[in-house]
């Protein structure tokens, strides 16, 4: 049985890239490098745990958009083996992301983690298409069934997969990552889109107050180790974004924050 884990600051996973361009996408098959990827998450899980940072290189305690700078590098030593970015607005055709970082410095972050042998996640907050607001607007519970068949369940993800497709977007690996609210294993389902286009389990829980995070990982790690087991799903990885602030808190910046926070999932899992 796979309990391989992935840990991300800030960040919900969707996509996971293998390299930043690759393949022709005529087949739908993916790349072999995507292939590689994932068969290199299975092989990995017995060495331990991935530690990820969104934005890593991009902004941090005290600086924005210094060349080759990390904050997690600057405590550790290392990069983090996974780096996540946002892809929210770029629909906009603007040249910024929603977290105001530009799309051109998103692509080099990118190779650079890609030329270090790191993985790269991408998500993307799509504004609200009815309503104009962001993601987080749900004033209007109609917003998906308006813009498509099909309703609102399994419909979007399988949309975004064959658009994807269709647009040659063979290298990369599809995550199905809803948020802390499920207390059942079938209510982490609900909205799952189904075997054949999801490649990497995952949950996305934000830290407001110590003690309620802890009990909600908790919850979810349970529940991700239960249907990993039911679907035989391979590879399981679990995001935890530890503040919802843009900028990682300053108490936490520190080698101690950091341990701490991997041996509370190794103990976990």
């Known amino acids: 049985m796979m309990k391989y884990i992935i840990l991300t600051i800030n960040a919900i996973f969707c996509l996971l890239l293998p390299t930043a361009c690759s393949g022709s996408g005529e087949t739908g098959e993916k790349t072999p490098e995507t292939v590689a990827l994932l068969q290199n998450l299975k092989q990995a899980e017995r060495k331990g745990i991935l530690f990820g940072h969104h934005d890593d290189t991009a902004y941090g305690i005290g600086w924005e958009g210094d060349k080759g700078r990390s904050d997690v590098k600057s405590v550790c030593g290392a990069y983090p083996g996974v780096m996540s970015f946002d892809l929210g607005e770029i629909e906009l055709g603007g040249t910024h992301n929603l977290d105001k970082v530009s799309f051109a410095h998103l692509r080099e972050y990118i190779i650079e983690q890609y030329a270090r042998g790191g993985m790269i996640s991408l998500s993307w907050h799509v504004r609200n298409p009815k309503t104009g607001g962001d993601s987080w607007d749900v004033t209007d519970s109609t917003v998906v069934a308006s813009v498509m068949q099909g309703g609102e369940n399994h419909v979007k993800m399988r949309m975004t997969n064959d658009r994807l497709r269709l647009k040659g ?101």
């Open 169 to 269: 977007v063979n290298n990369v690996l599809l995550a199905y990552s809803p948020g802390m609210e499920s207390d059942t294993v079938e209510e982490y389902l609900e909205r799952y889109p189904g075997d054949d286009i999801i490649d990497v389990l995952g949950t996305d829980v934000y830290q407001f107050e110590r003690s309620q995070y802890i009990k909600q990982l908790n919850k979810m790690l349970t529940i991700l180790k239960q249907a990993q087991e039911e679907r035989n799903a391979g590879t399981q990885i679990n995001i935890s974004i530890m503040k919802k602030n843009k900028k990682f808190q300053k108490d936490q910046m520190t080698a101690e924050g950091y341990t701490e926070f991997v041996e509370f999932f190794k103990d976990r899992m």
